[in-house]
């Protein structure tokens, strides 16, 4: 027997988004853009239990200062950002990073060392030769890297193994675990080089990291490089709440339970019952896995294995005359050996212009992760405590007093893509085979970045609507 389409009981197909942040928004975005060029009829309701939208995007400007609290760019040589960007109108005002010929450092023995020039790839092996970050047998056993075998088989490995494989042990816990494992705030020992970065596989089959980085330097490439909002990432998040029609977005929603209910959904919101066609949920994994359980016990564990963990980001605006040199570079990183509570640091002001006023330097720092989330968990004193003293001597300074210090938390918000994480979305694909009108979105699956949110947003919009679409056609 067939479930009556929305047509039959007289009413347009109704589409509930769960959570506000860059992928629900995202999605909402699509499924209204797919009614007005089709010039269909639908009900869309976006769900967000906070009182704020945005999820972590979230920017606050004081006095001249524009501080983020989650992510402070995107990547443009993935495109689904600057995309979305152009569609909202908001094309003028990307900017891109200052100019910077080294823009990152490594803290190695308690000392700030700057990269090499070619920055985060290394595209030839010649700069570490100069550089002191690396011990003579470390430069020598990343200028073998293209004598290294690559692996045949499609196995999945960590991020670790394959930079020790590749470039040696030396290089991988002073450079490249600090580097990488900070993009997800994870350990590199653990998280999924096929869930990642699987382009560096891609490239040890092509002849190696240094040939294939050689060979990228060569080729013209898109508009590329960090970018970001003059006015901040909550610009994007305030377009995409314009686009959509008036009441659409509902903050202080909390969704307590969802149960299929026939051939719908029912949702329960604040206490109160809800009937919809499809639901697209664009919470975290372990949340949508509570709110399943009833529904699918199988695919609510399956959600549960991707873990989460706690971080958190600290701003501080400093006078400039409280450093004794200039801030070099866009910031740095902290290798686990050097002992040290905060496992990064950005230069705001340095990175992006129009951050900070003239004589102030913004600095962002990290602390929390995988195996260090105890300092994300702690009082905000305590966080500023902490940062406060060990910023105060790696960058050696007499006097620490900021104007202005905000502490931005990210409690289990931040997931885990293990060795085997690809098998586990298999899995999840499998189970919601047999949901119908039931869609996953969100960092908690393929890819954490702006676009790679964007982009699993607006597929699961358009798979969203294209389905009610088809059902309201079979029951007419």
């Not at 939208?53 to 501080?67: A, D, F, H, P, Y």
Request: aromatic fraction near 6%; charged fraction near 25%.
């Amino acid at each position: 027997m067939t479930a009556p389409s929305p047509k039959q009981l007289g009413r347009p197909p109704r589409v509930a988004i769960l959570g506000a942040g860059i992928s629900g928004l995202s999605a909402a975005y699509e499924l209204s853009l797919g009614a007005q060029r089709q010039g269909r009829r639908l009900e869309l309701m976006v769900l967000e239990a906070s009182t704020r939208i945005g999820g972590k995007v979230t920017t606050e400007s004081r006095e001249g200062i524009i501080v983020e609290g989650g992510p402070d760019s995107f990547i443009g040589a993935k495109p689904e950002a600057l995309e979305l960007i152009d569609e909202l109108g908001l094309s003028q005002e990307v900017i891109g990073t200052n100019p910077c010929r080294r823009p990152i450092q490594v803290l190695s023995g308690g000392r700030l060392e700057s990269l090499p020039e070619f920055g985060l790839a290394p595209s030839s092996p010649w700069p570490w030769l100069a550089s002191p970050l690396l011990s003579w047998r470390g430069k020598l056993r990343m200028c073998l890297e293209p004598l290294v075998p690559g692996e045949q088989g499609h196995q999945d490995e960590s991020i670790a193994s394959f930079f020790r494989r590749r470039l040696g042990a030396e290089a991988l816990d002073k450079i490249f675990a600090p580097m990488f494992g900070g993009i997800y705030a994870g350990d590199c020992e653990k998280l999924s080089l096929q869930s990642t970065f699987p382009q560096l596989r891609e490239m040890e089959r092509k002849g190696g990291l240094l040939r294939s980085m050689q060979s990228a330097k060569r080729a013209p490439r898109p508009r590329s490089g960090f970018m970001t909002l003059r006015g901040g990432l909550t610009r994007l998040i305030e377009a995409l709440a314009r686009a959509l029609p008036g009441g659409v977005v509902r903050a202080g929603a909390k969704v307590e339970s969802v149960a299929r209910r026939g051939g719908s959904w029912e949702l329960g919101v604040n206490g109160e019952l809800f009937k919809v066609d499809a639901v697209i949920s664009a919470l975290p994994a372990p949340a949508v896995s509570a709110l399943l359980s009833d529904v699918d016990f199988e695919l609510s564990c399956a959600l549960r294995e991707i873990p989460f963990v706690s971080t958190a980001t600290v701003s501080l605006a400093l006078e400039r005359a409280q450093f004794k040199r200039p801030l070099q570079g866009f910031g740095f990183l902290i290798p686990r050996a050097e002992g040290r509570r905060i496992i990064g640091a950005t230069f705001s002001s340095s990175k992006f212009p129009g951050r900070a006023p003239e004589n102030t330097a913004l600095i962002r720092c990290f602390v929390g992760g995988a195996g260090q989330e105890e300092l994300a968990e702690a009082p905000d004193e305590e966080i500023l405590r902490s940062v406060s003293a060990e910023l105060k001597d790696i960058l050696r300074m007499d006097s620490f007093k900021p104007a202005l210090s905000r502490v931005f938390r990210w409690p289990k918000a931040n997931p885990q893509y293990l060795v085997g994480h690809a098998l586990k979305l298999k899995r999840i694909a499998s189970c919601l085979q047999g949901h119908p009108g039931l869609w996953l979105t969100g960092c908690s699956f393929e890819g954490v970045s702006l676009p790679d949110c964007i982009r699993s947003g607006r597929r699961a919009g358009v798979q969203a609507f294209q389905w009610v679409c088809g059902r309201r056609h079979a029951g007419s």
